[in-house]
């Protein structure tokens, strides 16, 4: 009989255990359900906190180029780096218009010298030949070719003079900026020295007042000091003659009668 209630004990704790195992499943699941954090959690996403920093030094950066351009503005270093852009870009042109003109010159001479071998061939044939005047006619072709490649050439000429113009006034222009810079350097040093000298001379003289306002006031509380220890020596002094002469009487009052006692 015992071990039968011992069984069927064991049996009830197992279905428990299996019930209370399948209801916590259960509602872990409804809470938290497949891909979602659990409550209470509470944790800020990893990348929540980012936006503040990220804004935070975006606006610090930018408080350093705008202090770093007025002070270029200010010395004039902004007008520099502009000139030099400008010539850094005209210089660019200049170049690129030289390189094709190179190129054009090149190829009306190979025009030339193609033009010149059909001329060799024209003077070669017979005025009665039939290719005679195909001759001329590609004569006669490459000739306006010709004519035009030379427009093309000049004007590529004209632009190369009037490209080398603008790079000469733009270095110039830089030249100019550069100079200027300098003198406004040097004048905003000499201007910003007086100041730092001029500010020194406001700190010395600031730090000795302090100083000497300290002193005094060291030397008053001195004197303040030395003062109450006379005047406690003395209210000292009167307290102890007037306990002198307390004592005294004190003593007369007490001695007398035992005395007149004595010699009687």
Do not use: C
């Not at 009989?1 to 209801?23: E, H, N, P």
């Not at 780096?81 to 010539?87: C, I, T, W």
């Amino acid at each position: 009989m015992a071990r039968r209630f011992d069984f069927q004990k064991l049996t009830v704790i197992r279905k428990l255990r299996t019930m209370l195992t399948s209801s916590s499943g259960a509602a872990g699941n409804s809470v938290s359900g497949p891909g979602r954090p659990a409550a209470g959690g509470g944790a800020a996403p990893p990348g929540e906190a980012a936006p503040t920093g990220l804004l935070s030094r975006q606006r610090s950066d930018g408080i350093v180029v705008s202090l770093l351009r007025s002070f270029e503005d200010l010395v004039g270093i902004g007008e520099v780096k502009k000139a030099q852009r400008r010539v850094t870009q005209v210089e660019q042109q200049f170049m690129e218009v030289r390189e094709t003109l190179k190129k054009s010159a090149h190829k009306l001479h190979i025009h030339n010298d193609e033009l010149r071998a059909i001329r060799a061939k024209l003077d070669q044939t017979a005025r009665d030949d039939t290719k005679f005047l195909e001759y001329v006619e590609e004569e006669h072709l490459a000739i306006q070719k010709e004519r035009k490649m030379e427009e093309k050439h000049y004007w590529l000429e004209d632009t190369e003079r009037n490209t080398f113009a603008k790079l000469s006034a733009a270095v110039r222009e830089s030249h100019e900026k550069q100079r200027s810079q300098g003198e406004r350097t040097k004048y905003l040093g000499f201007i910003f020295t007086i100041i730092g000298l001029l500010g020194y001379k406001a700190m010395i003289w600031k730090l000795r007042k302090d100083i000497r306002t300290s002193i005094d006031a060291k030397s008053s509380q001195e004197e303040q000091t030395v003062e109450a220890v006379n005047n406690a020596e003395q209210k000292l002094e009167q307290k102890m003659s007037t306990l002198s002469t307390v004592v005294s009487g004190t003593f007369a009052v007490l001695i007398l009668p035992i005395l007149y006692s004595i010699f009687k």
